[in-house]
């Protein structure tokens, strides 16, 4: 196991936005004094130290007399992320007790120091940070071999604290202290036993109180925590009222219980505990009246960070830091009053769900205001007859990219791909259709008249969790998932995140809809790296309809195509390989053609082997705005397997005159044929020059063909 990779703290405050809703949830707000002003002043501190009998478990408990100005509180690891939610609002309730404890701590002369470990860089260049690294160095006391056996039994971190169904995968990305931990002008953020022992030495330190998380973990485990600071010589010991363990769901209440373990575990084998807020009410520095705890909630997601569900949700409610209150909730958003229903055991959820609840006690309300957002996941869709993948859009955005300045450094939409070229995958499963893309990107889809429904599941690419390095980003990315109809949302996925199970959309589509827009956009700000899937997303048909997949749609689909001639460079998208993809959308823009300018087309398909041949067909653009126009004829040639000795089964006329403005679409096709060939060569031959009576007369003109066809299968897709 890895203590590095054990806790951090509530979730991020990436947006103002995120930050204020996270203060919300957990009913608090800041609470102002930073500096020392009005300070209490120095004062004996009588600590009452709790030890347990490593065998009995029996408690004692001695007194131990020490200047205030002799004591540091060390705050370890109260990270501004975690991957997992229920953690996040664990450690999050500790964080105004922690706040209302440090302001009075403060007032006493007590000394401040927090150590963020794995992330005390993200404070480089912070004064607090500054004024620490800037220390005399002092020689550190050669460490005892103090060695007690770990704490595994107590459940190891890594784990998820939610209790499923959708348990968090293990990913990175804390990079400092939460910033709703405050931290004054006077602390110091330290970064290992060092430092810390700098700090000490010059203040006449040898208490130090240890807060934080994880009880079992890190608290104890990392450089400068309780353990390797006793090592050193020092009083280390564990305030209990502001710990919790980091452990793994196992029944309701478990993880209460393993905190509780966890600083008994302590006691017996590491060192003493302190109540601290005991401590501080002794030495008459703690205001009654602040309300500093909140209910914990299990499992926990909020509206930036929905817990989802299906069926139903078991939710359990707690307050271990404030025995024997009632906690009353309610489901409807409402604030909690003495009057809310009481907390009598497990919630049962069936349906999407904002619960809040307050601590109360004799009617009075005791304590801070915990809020929890949980989503019910609608039914899995079922699989779509025809593929957004294998269909062109009718329009494609994408951020950094844009259909009209396409660069070979910025990939198009990826259809069947994640857009780094990887699979598909959310949440650990692959899928094989879907199109892979960054946010904000907006899909648009022409609606056909066989569609019956739009169906898919989407959510955020988790590509970034094959490396370190992304993993450290992988807490970012937070985007919503729109589906609209004609101008109008017709279905929105909530705030998705990475490894959050994909949203499920299973969308109506009304009688006479032209156009689908499937629209991923950012939740909070624009983060680096939104990569986002559409998976399994597509289309039913209507009882009855049929639909030929491009694949079927004619026998030289795949098959290489060789040209004689060139198309101009910025008409050459996709190459050769366009013209035989098994899509016919040259109206929906003109990406998968080849335009061609003042020359005609000669190519030439390999079918891989000879084949019995009932009909060609070759599929072109005329939009005269753009100068584009049909070919005036089209040659229609096969070849045995030795690719010589061309024969013309064909010619077809141009049949549309050149004042038809367009854009049209039309197709050449020989009549019914019975023959064999390996080898099928179209030739279309260029207008020339665009005609009299057009403001660009005389110029090139463009030839824009969309589809080689060999054997086109069906009429109806023709
Ligand atoms: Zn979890």
């Not at 403001?695 to 060999?710: H, I, Y």
């Amino acid at each position: 196991m890895n203590i590095g990779t054990s806790q951090g703290q509530p979730h991020r405050p990436q947006s103002a936005s995120c930050w204020l809703i996270a203060a919300v949830l957990l009913g608090w707000l800041p609470l102002g004094i930073l500096d020392a002003e009005g300070a209490s002043g120095p004062r004996i501190l009588e600590l009452q130290l709790q030890r347990r009998d490593p065998k009995s478990g029996a408690v004692s408990i001695t007194t131990e007399r020490v200047a205030s100005t002799n004591v540091a509180i060390v705050m370890i690891d109260f990270w501004n992320y975690h991957w997992c939610a229920t953690w996040v609002g664990r450690a999050g309730v500790m964080i105004p007790r922690m706040n209302q404890a440090l302001i009075e701590a403060r007032k006493l002369g007590i000394t401040v120091v927090h150590a963020p470990t794995d992330c005390s860089s993200g404070h480089a260049g912070t004064p607090q940070r500054e004024a620490m690294a800037g220390l005399a160095p002092q020689p550190l006391p050669k460490p005892s071999d103090f060695n007690p056996p770990a704490p595994w039994g107590l459940g190891f971190g890594g784990g998820c604290m939610c209790g499923g169904p959708y348990t968090c995968a293990a990913n990175y990305g804390w990079t400092r202290q939460d910033p709703r931990l405050l931290i004054a002008a006077t602390d110091f953020v330290s970064s290992g036993p060092h430092e810390l022992n700098n700090l000490c030495v010059a203040r006449g330190i040898k208490h130090v109180i240890y807060c934080g998380g994880a009880a079992n973990m890190c608290l104890l485990q990392k450089q400068e925590a309780m353990l390797a600071m006793i090592r050193h010589g020092y009083h280390g010991m564990v305030a209990r009222d502001i710990t919790e363990a980091h452990s793994e769901f196992t029944a309701p209440g478990s993880a209460d219980r393993a905190t509780e373990k966890s600083v008994e575990y302590i006691e017996k084998l590491i060192g003493p505990s302190i109540h601290l807020i005991d401590e501080l009410r002794k030495a008459g520095s703690w205001e009654e009246q602040a309300l500093v705890d909140a209910p914990i909630l299990v499992p926990w997601g909020f509206k930036l960070r929905p817990k989802f569900f299906d069926t139903a949700l078991a939710v359990s409610l707690s307050i271990p830091r404030l025995p024997g209150a009632e906690i009353r909730y309610t489901v409807d958003a409402t604030e909690p009053t003495a009057e809310s229903p009481l907390y009598a055991g497990t919630l049962r959820l069936n349906d999407t769900t904002t619960l809040r609840c307050a601590p109360f006690r004799n009617g009075r309300r005791i304590g801070l205001e915990s809020e929890g957002y949980f989503v019910l996941m609608p039914p899995k869709p079922p699989q779509p007859d025809v593929f957004i993948s294998d269909l062109r859009p009718h329009k494609m955005n994408m951020a950094i990219w844009s259909e009209w300045y396409a660069e070979a450094s910025r990939p198009d939409p990826r259809p069947d791909r994640a857009y780094d070229g990887g699979p598909l995958r959310l949440r650990g499963v692959n899928y094989k259709k879907g199109m892979g893309l960054r946010a904000p990107s907006h899909l648009i889809y022409e609606v056909k008249p066989e569609f019956d429904r739009f169906v898919a599941r989407a959510g955020v690419d988790e590509g970034l969790l094959k490396n370190d390095l992304g993993r450290e980003r992988a807490m970012y990315p937070h985007v919503v998932f729109k589906v609209s109809i004609d101008g109008h949302v017709a279905a929105e996925s909530p705030v998705m995140r990475i490894s959050q199970e994909p949203w499920r959309f299973n969308v109506p589509i009304p009688p006479g809809s032209r156009m689908i827009s499937l629209a991923a956009a950012h939740a909070g700000e624009f983060n680096p790296g939104e990569l986002v899937q559409w998976v399994d997303a597509g289309f039913t048909l209507k009882p009855g309809a049929t639909w030929i997949p491009p694949e079927k749609l004619h026998q030289a689909v795949g098959r290489t195509v060789k040209l004689k001639t060139d198309p101009a460079p910025v008409y050459a998208t996709g190459g050769a390989a366009v013209l035989t993809d098994g899509r016919m959308d040259a109206l929906q823009g003109r990406r998968g053609c080849l335009g061609f300018e003042g020359i005609g087309l000669d190519a030439t398909i390999d079918l891989a082997s000879s084949i019995p041949i009932e009909r060609l067909a070759a599929h072109f653009l005329q939009d005269t705005a753009g100068g584009i126009y049909l070919p005036t004829e089209v040659d229609f040639a096969v070849a045995d397997e030795n690719g010589k000795n061309f024969r013309t089964l064909a010619t077809v006329k141009q049949s549309v005159p050149t004042s038809e403005p367009g854009p049209l679409v039309h197709m050449f096709s020989t009549p019914a044929i019975q023959t064999r060939a390996r080898f099928v060569r179209i030739r279309a031959t260029n207008l020339g020059q665009i005609p009299v009576g057009h403001s660009a007369a005389g110029a090139k003109a463009w030839l824009f063909v969309d589809e080689l066809l060999v054997n086109p299968n069906g009429s109806s897709a023709l």
